[in-house]
């Protein structure tokens, strides 16, 4: 009904050959996903810039505590 199952493959080598068809499918273009990450990840990002750049422009990336 929901055709999910396209077909069978016959071996792993063609699973993977099937697999990596369909997915070229799928034509995003690449800024879709950054906004996405940007959204999605926003406050690590937020953190990063405004609490981690001591730690991280130093490489100092083990805090004593």
């Known amino acids: 009904e929901h055709h999910v ?4 493959s016959n ?3 063609e699973l993977l050959s099937d697999a990596m068809a ?7 273009k690449r800024g879709i996903f950054g906004t996405h990450k940007s959204r999605l990840y926003g406050y690590i ?3 990063m810039e405004t609490q981690d750049p001591k730690y991280i422009d130093t490489l100092d990336l083990f805090v004593q505590e």
């Open 5 to 8: 199952i396209e077909k069978a």
């Open 11 to 13: 071996s792993p080598e």
């Open 22 to 28: 369909f997915a070229m499918t799928f034509q995003k």
């Open 45 to 47: 990002i937020d953190i």
